[in-house]
């Protein structure tokens, strides 16, 4: 019930529901959640806007998931710190929803074509032309859009493990990876697939993620607070995964610290629009501030675009990157994290297939031509 309230709920102008990891109306009776539907609970809960454990207590001798036996402690912290890291993501969604009453969690039909697009994308993505008549009706109430670009399908029913997942026409979507793994080959929308995801096993992905082509995703290291690194002394810097794909643009909302009102009052925050587009031979991004009345406390940020091979050229504000290498890729990666070059520089990951550019926060425009 989950999925259809919140989505309803949210084209509703609520945007900001959810749920009772767990539930708590059967406490009376003294019953126990048991491991499966409390890791595939949170697992699902992990991507909707509200999301808490909660339960009463006084007639259940427990329902957190530390107190279950593995693999629910492993399985629920890997979903809970993928919030953390997307948290950023979420928060950008929250902000949207504040300009264009559009909400953080979307049923499939919303952000799919432009105006005059849906037929002919239906057709091209899928010959029957069924488009939402077709297999979208089927899953219009257990699978979402987190956001624009992020497409969630949590198993929803004990004992499977497996599901169907269908992916919005129009475009290609990639399998998420959280960095993990090299970026696998983006599969077609428009049409369904079965996707094997069985809930007790930490190193397999025990939920269907999949990421729009062209998506611009921001990610933060993992926190097991909002504020953690910073209360330590330490930075949180955003690293902006762009995927492969069609052109896109992405609005990045960062205001104080989360406490106060003064973005609201006193306009103290920075808008910041990331976009990227084909050019010959490779990719052209562009960073701009649109309100720049705030200032983070991180000085730099990172650019990754996964699917790549290896750069030939890196410019920033005409300026030619220089390449940070190692004789491994961590070694390499620390070599970057360490640079001070400015306004720059790049290493590329050969495990990851992926490009990471590091880019110091000094001016209000700037854009990066990478080649390959």
């Known amino acids: 019930m989950n999925i259809p309230l919140v989505l309803g709920i949210g084209l509703s102008a609520q945007t900001v529901s959810g749920c009772d990891i767990g539930g708590f109306c059967a406490a009376w009776q003294g019953q126990i959640v048991d491991s499966e539907m409390l890791a595939r609970w949170t697992i699902m809960g992990a991507f909707l806007p509200w999301f808490r454990h909660h339960y009463d207590n006084y007639y259940k001798p427990c329902q957190e998931p530390y107190r279950y036996e593995e693999p629910v402690p492993t ?18 969604a929250m902000y949207e ?33 069924r488009g939402y008549n077709g297999y979208t009706a089927n899953r219009l109430d257990d699978q979402f859009l987190l956001g624009k670009d992020m497409m ?21 979507w990639y399998r998420f990876t959280d960095d993990k793994y090299p970026l696998e080959d983006p599969v077609n929308g428009g049409v ?14 025990d939920c269907a993620i999949y990421i729009r082509e062209g998506a611009i995703i921001p990610k933060r290291e993992v926190e097991q607070y909002i504020g ?12 902006f995964s762009i995927y492969p794909g069609r052109d896109s643009s992405y609005k990045l909302y960062l205001d104080d610290d989360g406490v106060s009102n003064k973005a609201e009052t006193a306009g103290e925050y920075r808008l910041t629009e990331i976009s990227h587009q084909g050019i010959a031979g490779g990719q052209r ?25 290896c750069p030939t050229s890196v410019k920033a504000a005409g300026k030619t ?14 070599a970057l994290v360490d640079s001070t070059d400015t306004p ?29």
């Open 285 to 309: 991004i562009r960073i701009k501030r649109l309100h720049d009345k705030f200032k983070p406390r991180e000085t730099y940020h990172y650019l990754g675009m996964p699917g790549t091979i």
């Open 97 to 129: 929803n504040t300009q264009t009453g559009k909400p953080i969690c979307r049923p499939l039909f919303m952000d799919e074509f432009k105006p005059g697009e849906f037929y002919n994308d239906a057709r091209a993505d899928d010959p029957h032309g």
């Open 321 to 334: 990157l220089p390449k940070k290498t190692g004789n491994t890729d961590e070694e390499a990666a620390k």
């Open 192 to 205: 369904e697939f079965d996707f094997y995801a069985p809930w007790d096993d930490p190193v397999r992905d």
């Open 228 to 239: 953690e690194l910073y209360r330590h002394g330490k930075v949180n810097p955003i690293t």
């Open 75 to 92: 399985i629920c912290r890997k979903y809970i710190e993928l919030r953390y890291k997307l948290i950023q993501y979420i928060y950008d």
């Open 344 to 372: 720059g520089s790049f290493y590329y990951n050969n495990s990851l297939n992926t490009t990471y550019i590091k880019i110091f926060d000094t001016m209000n425009d700037i854009t990066e031509d990478v080649v390959f």
């Open 152 to 172: 969630v399908a949590p198993i929803i029913n004990p004992g499977q493990t497996s599901r169907a997942v269908y992916l919005p026409a129009g475009g290609q």
